[in-house]
Structure formats: C-alpha cells, structure tokens
C-alpha cells in the first residue's frame, strides 16, 4: 500500500502554533509512506494540480491531506479533493482528511509543542482509517433514462411535460378516470400568488391536460396505483395496477350513447354527491383523456352500451393489468384531500350537519352563479380554519411503538395552518359578489393570512365590498331556526376583543375545512420507503446526496430516498402556481441523473451479511432513506445506489449483521488505537463522536472562532449521531480515554431524518449500563451540538476536563 501525505500550511500561518518540520519528519515514519509533502496553499488550483500530479507519479493507492477542516472549509472540503481523485481515476475512497486548522491550531495558541503532538495524532487517525478503507464496489449504478410521476393534477402534469421535454420517457400514474386532480373541481383559480385576478379552471386545465396527452414521451395511465416498488441497482422497479380500461380512448368519438343507454345510477363522486352519474360516464366537459370511461366497480355488464357504441369502441371483457416500470426517478404529485366535516371535530356542530352546511371545496361544485343549489340564499357565511391550527390529543396509529416525532393524526384536525384558505375564501367572496350584488356575507375568522401581494389586494377589495362582513371571532353552535329553513350561527369575540357574543342568521355555512395529504401517503410511503413528518406530510430531505447541499432550506422537492421527489399539494397545503414551480424544480434535480446515466455510491454504505441476518427488520424500520428491503427466505438486503451511510441500521441490528463499509467498530478502533500518542502524561484525554454534519461543524466553529479547549481531545467524525454504538464508547474507554463525548443534530435538524433522537434515546440507556460495567459516568457525556455551536462544544469538553480533573485528584480512575 503506497500512501502520501500532504501538509499545508495555509501560507505559513499555521506555522506560529504548528511545528511543520516535525511533522513532516515524523509523518514520514507511518507504515507505507512513500511521500509527505508540503504546500503552502494546497487549497488553490496550483496546489490541487500538484495533488493529482503526485497521486499519479508515485502510483499512490492512499491519501492523507492534513490541513483544514473537511466540512467547514469554503475552499477546501473534502469534496474538492474527493474530485481531483476523481478526475484523475482514483476512487474517492482513497481519501482521508486531518482537520489541523480548526480543530487544533486555531484551538490551542501558544502550545507549539502540544498542538504539534495533537495535529500529528489527528495525521496518523487520518492514516489509520486511509489504510482501512475500501474502494466502492461498483463505484456508480446505471440508472434506467425513464421517470415514473405519480399524480395528475396540475403538479404531476407540469412534471410529465418537464421530463418529456427533455426527451425523457415519463409515465404518468392518475387513480381517477381522468387528470387534473382536485383543479379539476374548482370552477375559478386565482392566478398566483403576485398577480390578484382569477381564470376559469374549464380554460386553464385543458391547456395543459392536452399538451400532456399528446406528447409522444408520455404514456398516461388513469385508473392505476402502485401496488409494489423494490429498488435494483440504481433504479425503481415499480409495479402498477390498472383497472380495465372497457373503453378505448382511440376510437371514442365522445357521443355519449353508452351514458344515455346505461342502466345503472350512482352518486358522482366527481360532482362531491350533488348530481348523480352513469357507470358509463365523462367526470366533466373537458375531461382528459377525451371521451368517455365506465366504472369497473358500478358496472354490471350488461353489455347495452357495447351495442350502443356507434364507435365499437368497448370491450367489457378486458382485464385489469399489472405492469412493471424500471425508473430512474419518481415524482409524488398525489395531491391533498379536504378534511370531510366530521373529521373535523368541530364542536359547534354537534352530531351531524345541516346540508345547508358545506365545505369550499364543495361550493366550487355548486358553481358561483348557485345555479346548482335547491334553494337561492339572501346570506352566505365563511368560517375559517374550520379543522386547522388545533390541537389534539389523540394518539397516531403510527406511534404504537413509540414515535421520533409528535404525530398528528392521519385523520382528524390538523394542527397546522393551511395556507391557501384565507386567499381561496377572499376568491370565492368576490366571485359570490361578482354575480350576486345584493347577497349579504359574512366572514369569520381569527387571523386572516393575506400572504403575498394578491392575497393582500383581494383582502383589500373584500373589505371594501358593500354587504361583507367581516367578524372576528369564533363559533360556538350553530342550529336551524325553529320553523325556518336558516341556520342560526353563534359567534363569540376572538380573545381581547371587546365586545359580547352574537347570533348571526345565514342561509349557507361555507366551512374552510383543513388540507392534507390523501389517505394513500402512508401506503406510499412504506412501499417507497420514505418518511413522513409530524403532520403526516411526506418529509422534505435533510441528508446529503453527493455534491447536493445537505439541507432542508436548499432541497426542496427531495424526499429522504434519492431521487424520489415531493411536489405541490401532497408536501403541503398548497395553490397551483407554486406547486407547479416545485414540479418544474424536482425534474431538474433529477435530469442530471438521467444525462449522466447512473448514480455515484457514496464511500459508505450498509452492507447486510444474510448469514447473521435473523429477519428481525428493526434495520428496515429505523432506516430513513427507503434503502432496506426484504428477501423471500425473510432476510434484508440493502441498495448501496441509494444508501446514505448514516448507519442507523448498524446500531438497531440485535446480531452485528450490518456494517458500514469504511466505517465500522473496526475502522473506529484502528483510530482508537494511535489517538493518544502525543498526549501529555497529566492531560485528561478526551474522545468525542461526533457527527458527520452539525456537531462535527460545531466544533469547526470553535476554532474559527478561536476558543480553546483542552489539548488532549480527539475527534472522531461519525456518519450520525445514531451510528454510534455502546461498542463504540466502551472501545474509547479501553484505548485510553477518560472521558467520551457524544455530539448530534439537535431536534429537527438531523441529516437522517430522526437519527438524533435515536441517539439520545440510546446514550440515555448506555448511560444507566455504565455503572455495572464499572464505569463512572461522569466520564461519559451526550448533547445536541448544532452547527455554530462552538460555545457548547467547548463548554461540554470544558465540564468534562473539570470532572476528570477532579476524579483524578480526589477518589482517581
């Protein structure tokens, strides 16, 4: 094994606290050095022009480079030298980084002699895990040149057209007969979010709804779900379910015999149960696909429309189907349904409701003209956050066996904002007023969210209208009039306003009901493998993919399995405009994968050994990326393509099947093992975990910020919080340490989703075991480090040095 080690020294200013010509010397002395090598500005083109030159010229197999942080550097990461081994034909396994700058000069001012002996520990642990490293096997996975988009409405339509458009195959999966989700039932859309005027839906979905079924690289499949999904190589193998398709698109002429000819009545589903349909059918005018469908459920097949169809264009003898798509990348555009009234628990209605209360959706369905109403109203009243921003004490079925977050329930109030009400609602009133004048509306409400300048301008014209009302306040009950066919609705003053409570008479109640994802979302999610948030909304990723920054607040649209997206409605409460923005977004996340034709795999990934598997699943269930799937003889297995190497599974594993590749109790040991060296006799030696992203920064951020702290700590840079296992802490405690440290994410913020709070529910366990191993656990520490938090490292690592000083000289080891 040829190894070479680079050492800058950041133009000679790390030289005031590090001795350079010793570490040179000395560094030159570890097993399998062939070259240690001196740069002043190694971070700059010259230097990294120099790096690949020598890799190549002394053929070497392994390098260290010592010299700023591998996280926190602006300009030298390891992703900077990861793709100069890259680009010259190395595997980036080859690579490992001593952090001497933030983690040890800028730390120790004026302790040359120290600080030299720790900058030449923290070398020869970046030698250490260089010689233990594997290169990736195979190092990228082709990945298949077609999409797969879940979803119709206008989300999954905008991201069937952005892929098809960059000569991508796409198939684009709908549940219902027809596209457009629930767009489809509005009869008015306001246009955006800066520009305050509406469109009528019959002449914006069509424009887009024929662009997507006329593209030669979509295949659109409506009556279809996923019914399987497994991971092979770098792709998805997702198999589809689709109904029997009785009439063929190809030859409908859209007549409408079979419908007038059909027998069978049922409620139309589309219409929200104010009209009724045929099992042969059209959802509405401007339906896409064109022509007309029958549902499979409702039909009886009596075959009066085969015989009626002027077209021959039915079949009832056709099957339903079941298909297999290998896909490169998934687009979830499944949309949101509207909170029915029930499930919303409002306790002003009592036992049931007044059909003369419905919710906005609904109204959309009646039209605004109320030409659909059996009865013509003189008063409407809104109510909003009708089920939203509540809180509940009820218990997710998913927290049974104990929760990483608090779980709002899957049906029920929410305890979030939705939105787009307030900005519907305002819509909806000037429409209302737009054709009636004289109609008398009343809206209530406890905050008005007007956010954006459109919303802002219709709160402005709706205030201004003659005959609105605008109440603060909250509802109490409401009932029918005795003898009348109006409801009374009681209203009490919103906390601090003045005023008592009033009776207002209404002949329509419009509830503003809560949004959410469909009930379908947790089926998807366990079939795909991703996580979903408290509020039960698919999660939006925090975890790195490759050069992909390793944060929420820069990855919208990506889930916690790579390559599979999030869009519109289904991620949150949303209107068309941004949710088509985030379709658009999502497509170009994914397009570079589809360009490049594969995905790179990381340098750690899970590895399962099927001899020691049990078949417990405890891997599957704590894995947030979707990466571990099941054998038919029950065993797991992992997709290296989409692994993240947080090693969660590692540490859940009951029999030690799983390990990560470069980053195992071994590789940790062989660090363990040279840590201590250059410790001082009396120093307290100190070992912190910490994790791959926030506690690892934070401790960076002590150094930029110059803060010391005690001499004789050592870092281990861990994939998660959650990867570190007792294991771990009792190997530190038996090479040497007195004290160990345990930093992650701190709440909400972990790169693997929940990996955090795992790590805490496990140290707080190991801590109570210390003792009966005979450990003080004053010499064991876990904490959220975030991360800028250089203060609470240093602070941690303080408290630990003044426990261990005081264990020495009062009562010793």
């Known amino acids: 094994m040829r190894v070479g080690i680079f050492v800058c020294d950041c133009q000679g200013t790390l030289a005031r606290d590090l001795d350079f010509d010793r570490l040179v010397e000395e560094c030159s002395r570890l097993p399998g050095v062939v070259i240690v090598k001196r740069h002043s500005l190694l971070c700059q083109e010259e230097g990294v022009a120099l790096f690949q030159k020598t890799v190549q010229e002394l053929e070497l197999d392994r390098v260290v480079v010592a010299g700023c942080s591998p996280r926190s550097s602006l300009v030298a990461p390891e992703l900077r030298f990861k793709r100069a081994l890259a680009e010259i034909g190395r595997d980036t396994t080859a690579l490992e980084i001593a ?423 947790p089926e998807l999610a366990q079939l795909f493998g991703f996580r979903l948030d408290m509020w039960g909304l698919p999660a939006i990723n925090q975890g790195p993919y490759g050069d992909t920054p390793g944060c929420r607040i820069l990855r919208p649209t990506e889930s916690t399995v790579q390559r599979l997206y999030v869009v519109g409605a289904v991620a949150q409460p949303n209107s068309i405009s941004p949710s088509v923005a985030e379709a658009s977004a999502a497509v170009a996340r994914a397009l570079p994968y589809h360009r490049q034709g594969k995905v790179e795999v990381l340098d750690y990934y899970a590895e399962i050994d099927p001899q020691k598997c049990s078949g417990c699943g405890f891997c599957a269930k704590v894995c947030p990326h979707g990466v571990i799937q099941r054998r038919e003889d029950g065993t797991y297995y992992t997709s290296p393509a989409f692994c993240q190497g947080c090693g969660l599974c590692t540490t859940a594993c009951p029999t030690g099947a799983i390990r990560i590749t470069n980053f195992n109790e071994e590789s940790v040991e062989k660090e363990l093992a040279v840590a201590f060296k250059h410790v001082p006799p009396d120093e307290p030696r100190i070992v912190g975990f910490l994790c791959y992203w926030c506690a690892y920064s934070g401790a960076d951020m002590a150094g930029v910020a110059r803060l010391s702290y005690p001499v004789g700590t050592r870092i281990i840079r861990v994939r998660c919080g959650a990867s570190v296992s007792p294991q771990h802490v009792l190997l530190a405690f038996n090479h040497g340490a007195d004290g160990v440290i345990v930093g992650y994410c701190p709440q909400y913020n972990c790169h693997h989703h929940d990996g955090n709070v795992h790590a805490a529910r496990r140290m707080a366990i190991w801590e109570k075991f210390l003792p009966l191993l005979g450990i003080d656990p004053r010499r064991f520490a876990f904490l959220e480090l975030g991360a800028v938090a250089g203060k609470a490292w240093v602070g941690a690592v303080n408290d630990m040095y003044r426990r261990l000083k005081e264990m020495r000289s009062g009562e010793g080891r």
């Open 99 to 521: 952090n001497i700058r933030e983690q040890c000069a800028w730390v120790h001012p004026g302790q040359k002699e120290q600080a030299t002996g720790k900058a030449l520990d923290l070398i020869a642990m970046a030698h250490a895990r260089a010689l233990y490293n594997r290169p990736r096997n195979p190092a990228s996975y082709e990945i298949a040149g077609e999409a797969l988009v879940i979803g119709g409405g206008p989300a999954g339509m905008q991201a069937a057209l952005d892929y098809a458009r960059n000569g991508i195959k796409v198939t684009l999966v709908e549940k219902e007969s027809h596209l457009g989700g629930q767009m489809a039932r509005l009869e008015m859309l306001y246009q955006n979010e800066t520009w305050p005027s509406s469109c009528a839906t019959s002449c914006i979905m069509p424009n887009i709804g024929k662009l997507v079924n006329l593209h030669p690289n979509i295949t659109v499949l409506t009556r279809t779900w996923v019914k399987g999904v497994k991971k092979d190589g770098g792709n998805f193998l997702v198999t589809l379910w689709q109904e029997p398709q009785f009439i063929d698109p190809r030859r409908c002429v859209e007549c409408g015999c079979c419908a007038a000819v059909c027998p069978v009545e049922v409620e139309n589903d589309f219409d929200m149960g104010i009209s009724r349909r045929k099992a042969a059918y059209k959802p509405h005018p401007m339906a896409l696909p064109p022509g007309y469908t029958i549902d499979p459920a409702s039909c009886t097949r009596c075959g009066a429309c085969v015989e009626a169809c002027p077209a021959q264009a039915i079949n009832l003898r056709v099957a339903p189907q079941e298909k297999t798509l290998r896909v490169g990348s998934v687009v979830l555009a499944t949309g949101f349904e509207e909170l029915p009234i029930p499930a919303a628990k409002l306790g002003f209605l009592e036992e049931a409701w007044d059909s003369r209360i419905i919710t906005s959706l609904k109204l959309e369905r009646y039209g605004f003209q109320l030409q659909r109403l059996p009865f013509k109203p003189q008063s409407v009243t809104f109510v909003l956050c009708s089920g939203s921003r509540e809180k509940t004490g009820e218990i997710d079925p998913r927290c049974e066996d104990g929760c990483s977050f608090p779980f709002q329930p899957l049906e029920g109030p929410k305890a979030y904002c939705s939105k787009i009400c307030c900005f519907y609602t305002l819509k909806q009133i000037l429409m209302l007023k737009r054709f009636h004048p004289k109609l008398e509306i009343n809206l209530i409400y406890s905050h008005i969210r007007a956010n954006g300048p459109a919303a802002e301008e219709f709160f402005r014209r709706v205030k201004n209208l003659p005959g609105v009302n605008l109440i603060r306040g909250r509802v109490t009950a409401v009932s029918r009039a005795a003898g009348e066919e109006v409801l009374e609705v009681h209203v009490e003053p919103w906390e601090g306003n003045a005023g008592s409570g009033s009776k207002l008479r209404t002949d329509l109640l419009v509830l503003a009901t809560a949004l959410g994802s469909r009930k379908d979302t």
